[in-house]
């Protein structure tokens, strides 16, 4: 018999009290465990592309903490990857790619894409098999924005300029690129669901430097875009959002990308999140560095979201990454404190 996973009955618009909880990023460098796979692999592509050493990891924070959700490990930037674009993950640098130029764009091959991420739908398949049946798994992607600003600039920068002034220069390829990213994308989520894969995130992390028109046709749009195939293939299987930065954006990316959760970043005042969850599941949103602080700056956080969002569609997270110098006691004191309502 399928257990009750309840994080998909929240993202089907349930209230369930206390919330169930999972944190972005959970497998990481934060945890001892995932050093020592880490160290085993090798590099972090072939972390990602080892479906032992991946379903691995992916099973520690679970392990650990029993988190209600499972979120594959992966990165957004294996698209790019598959793509046949360069990728490497440098110690201290984080990804560096080949920038891509307007002429590549028009040669970009999908041709191996899916045999090129066989490795992800494998260990989608197996992570379905080992996981508790009531722990949901969750599937991943990059929006179409994001994947973009790194393959155009070729490594992460402050405040996206190189893909900005790109796709103010070059409309005609750029609007390809983020056509060409969300069609992949979608085909690649639906393969993770095939493999079993019960809802799909999309991290959208630099969507908060676009001005009203671009956050439209850059976010709005593709995403959009993403979650029309998904939902073709896969009618109910819900899909998170997770504009980062967003702002006043929130609402309307809500309203006209069609995704049933709404992934929230700590900046979004929680009466704000509280009026965005008459139209859904939100998702988050606590300061990652009250977690890294402790003490009565986690737990003030951690009481404020569940006093505000609790009567309502809520699933506990960060408001974004866990950050690797968090102390693993004071993940376990968030899990406790959650689990009893506020109330531990
Ligand atoms: O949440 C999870 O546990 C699933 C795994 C996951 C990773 N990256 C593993 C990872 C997910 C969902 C991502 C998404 C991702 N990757 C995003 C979107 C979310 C966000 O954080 O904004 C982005 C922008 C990336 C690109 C990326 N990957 C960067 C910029 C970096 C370097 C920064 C860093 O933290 O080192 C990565 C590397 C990365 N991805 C690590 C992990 C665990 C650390 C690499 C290591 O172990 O050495």
């Known amino acids: 018999m399928a257990g009750k996973r309840i994080v998909l009955d929240v993202l089907r618009g349930e209230t369930v009290f206390p919330p169930p909880l999972w944190m972005m990023r959970q497998a990481g460098r934060y945890l001892p465990e995932y050093r020592e796979t880490r160290k085993r692999a090798g590099t972090f592509l072939d972390l990602c592309y080892n479906p032992e050493y991946a379903v691995e990891v992916t099973l520690q924070p679970i392990e650990r903490f029993g988190f209600d959700a499972s979120i594959l490990f992966s990165d957004i930037l294996v698209v790019p990857h598959a793509l046949g674009r360069a990728l490497a993950f440098e110690e201290g640098r984080g990804p560096v790619l080949t920038p891509i130029t307007a002429a590549e764009i028009n040669d970009l091959g999908t041709d191996a894409f899916h045999v090129n991420l066989a490795p992800v739908y494998e260990t989608v398949r197996t992570l379905r098999k080992k996981l508790p049946d009531e722990t949901t798994l969750i599937g991943f992607c990059g929006a179409p924005w994001t994947v973009a600003t790194y393959m155009i600039a070729g490594h992460g920068t402050p405040d996206q300029a190189p893909a900005r002034l790109f796709a103010y220069r070059e409309p005609a390829a750029f609007a390809r690129l983020l056509k060409i990213l969300a069609d992949q994308s979608a ?24 001005d009203e028109a671009c956050f439209e046709a850059f976010c709005i749009q593709p995403v959009a875009e ?14 998170i959002g997770f504009p980062k930065g967003a702002g006043f954006n929130y609402e309307r990316y809500r309203e006209r990308t069609g995704v049933q959760g709404l992934g929230l970043d700590w900046t979004v005042p929680l009466s704000a999140a509280r009026e965005l969850q008459r139209g859904g599941a939100v998702q988050g949103n606590l300061d990652p560095l009250r977690l890294v602080a402790g003490g009565k700056a986690l737990s003030d956080g951690v009481k404020s979201i569940l006093d505000t969002l609790g009567q309502g569609p809520l699933v506990f997270n960060l408001g974004h990454g866990i950050t690797p110098e968090t102390s693993v006691p004071h993940v376990e004191a968030m899990v406790k404190l959650v689990r009893s309502g506020g109330h531990g």
């Open 226 to 239: 993403i979650v029309r195939q998904v939902k073709a293939a896969y009618p109910n299987v819900p899909v």
């Open 187 to 210: 085909a690649y989520l639906v393969r993770q669901i095939e493999a079993g894969a019960d809802a799909v995130q999309i991290f959208d992390s630099w969507s908060g430097v676009l």
